[in-house]
């Protein structure tokens, strides 16, 4: 099928209404019209994902943001309506039933049912304008910056300064960072609400009673539920909070502090300067690469043809969107990895995971069809939180020095306790939010300070600067861009800890497991390809407690 560049809506409906008029006589002329099929969503989906990249390395830049909203305003909705035909006659074919009996075929038919299930002509316009609000909050985040002694720092940058052991200077930074944000608090509040009710009209317009039970069908939650999903939250309250509080604890003792305050919580408690990996993009990447070659040639070589065809963008910089992600390039078979390097150690983690999900793309891309390279979420983060884990053995590269190689890991680990009863207190407030849709600000406020006593450590004093805690999902950009996706990192890094353990264990087997897993792409079950991984697909309290036993261990050797 030839594909016409640059994209428009004109030449993207033609080619659409080619593939839904074009007669089906055989069951080869399915399988190959299955493939054209595949080879449009690819470079629909590769045209998308550049204007996304390039939006987001540069939010200054008009040009990139009128082309990326062209795309969600225009074109998108142009295409929904066709889109919607073109599942309907393939899930309609008589060849469908015997292609069926493939299960990647199955599993890939299920998702479109559930699309059909979901579309609604009224929801096209919904859809786009949620599209322009998320776009909105990157370009609110991205503006962020402040004044510190006279110099201009990105969020990011400025975060630096509250590893430093000077008290005082990390006390001027976070209160600079602190009224930073409260400049943007209304406008955030205001952006999010008007988020809620259009993404709860969708929900009722598609025959549901609120957005979290029409979000858990359009990410083919087939799996898993609400339910278990509470289930999650109350065992990591209950087996990995107390982990964290002791950790709190410990962490008051070493600083040889009355209270902890919220310039407190990054520092090393030892008084120890901050790590210091890598000195600049070039550098990160150059000892990643080292890094990467050391746990497996295979994953080094990924991210070095990235590095030949210009496929990362690393340095954090004013006007640059905040975060990190690794986008697949659907028609090249190739991964884009962006992120706001600025010269911690939470730099490291961030490329090697990305680094994990650009493995992937590598791994899937001989799958025959682009649907089965369209993983959720949950496998997509097993690889890259594994990632995060088994290429620890290799961060000699970043640290020669024994100490502070014992010193990163523990960090690490002890980031691991941290952020999964983070994950768990955003996914109960992302329930929370959407299970009572006309809730007010003062009753969200008043949920995410209860969350934040149950899922915190209780032992860091905000005195003064309440809000701070109250707003503190606002940096959450997954609660604005993409709602819901954010559980899946806690189910992800449960299973990443158990290929970690694997790879302990039995390395050769571990890592060839893992790469086994990542092959299958979306062409089983996702209990199924946690199996071929060597993990559990579960969230249990017995589970759970089970491999922090491991983590605890681990990090007692480090001591």
């Known amino acids: 099928m030839i594909i016409e560049k640059p994209l428009t809506a004109t030449n993207l409906k033609s080619l659409f209404n080619q593939l839904i008029e074009q007669p089906i006589q055989t069951k080869d002329e399915f399988t190959q019209w299955l493939k054209k099929i595949s080879d449009l969503e690819s470079s629909v989906s590769e045209d998308l994902a550049w204007r996304y990249i390039r939006m987001t390395c540069d939010t200054t830049n008009k040009e990139h943001e009128v082309a990326y ?35 990647a075929v199955r599993i890939y038919f299920r998702s479109l049912r559930g699309a059909i299930e979901l579309y609604r002509e009224e929801n096209i316009p919904l859809q786009a304008e949620l599209s322009t609000l998320a776009q909105e909050y990157s370009s609110i985040q991205g503006a962020m910056s402040v004044n510190i002694d006279g110099q201009t720092y990105t969020m990011q940058q400025a975060s630096n300064f509250l590893l430093r ?32 009710a259009k993404r709860q009209e969708v929900a009722q317009n598609a025959g549901f009673a609120n957005f979290r039970d029409y979000m858990f069908k359009a990410l083919g939650r087939y799996d898993y539920n609400a339910e278990d999903c509470k289930r999650f939250h109350d065992a990591i309250a209950g087996k990995v909070v107390p982990m964290l509080k002791k950790l709190a604890q410990k962490r008051k003792q070493q600083l040889a502090l009355d209270t902890l305050k919220p310039w407190d919580l990054a ?61 697949p390039l659907a028609e090249t078979n190739l991964p884009f990895i962006f992120m706001n390097a600025s010269g911690n150690l939470r730099d490291v983690e961030t490329l090697v995971h990305e680094g994990g999900h650009a493995v992937h793309s590598f791994l899937m891309a001989p799958l025959a069809l682009n649907a089965f390279k369209n993983t959720p979420s949950e496998v997509a983060e097993l690889a890259s939180m594994s990632m995060e884990l088994i290429s620890m053995k290799g961060w000699n590269a970043y640290f020669e020095n024994p100490e502070d190689l014992k010193r990163a890991q523990t960090e690490q680990l002890e980031g691991i306790i941290g952020t999964l009863p983070w994950i768990a207190q955003v996914d ?116 759970i407690e089970q491999l922090f036993s491991f983590v605890g261990e681990e990090l007692s050797t480090l001591e």
């Open 165 to 196: 052991t000077d008290r005082e200077l990390r006390e001027k930074v976070w209160k600079a960072m602190h009224e930073r944000r409260m400049q943007d608090t209304q406008k955030l509040e205001d952006l999010f609400d008007a988020m809620v």
């Open 69 to 103: 909203l062209d795309f969600v305003q225009n074109i998108q909705p142009e295409l929904a309506p066709l889109e919607d035909q073109l599942n309907r006659k393939v899930v309609a074919s008589p060849f469908a039933k015997e292609a069926e009996q493939d299960e």
């Open 428 to 543: 109960a407030f992302q329930h929370w939010i959407y299970e009572n849709p006309t809730h007010t600000r003062a009753d969200r406020k008043a949920r995410w300070l209860e969350l934040s006593a149950t899922f915190g450590t209780g032992l860091t004093d905000f005195s003064g600067y309440e809000d701070a805690l109250a707003y503190s999902w606002h940096k959450q950009l997954h609660i604005y861009e993409v709602p819901f996706y954010y559980v899946e990192y806690g189910f992800a890094q449960l299973g990443a800890i158990g290929v970690w353990k694997n790879c302990m264990q039995t390395p050769e087997q571990g890592l060839q497991q893992y790469k086994n897993a990542l092959k299958l792409g979306y062409t089983r079950s996702i209990p199924a390809i946690y199996e071929t991984a060597g993990v559990k697909f579960d969230f249990s309290a017995d589970y």
């Open 267 to 327: 520092v090393d408690p030892l008084g120890r300067e901050p790590l210091k990996p890598f000195d600049g993009g070039n550098e990160l990447l150059n000892k990643s690469l080292q890094c990467l070659k050391s746990v497996d040639s295979f994953f080094s070589d990924c991210l070095q043809t990235m590095q030949q065809k210009s496929l990362l963008d690393l340095e954090s910089r004013l006007g640059k969107a905040p975060g990190g992600y690794n986008y």
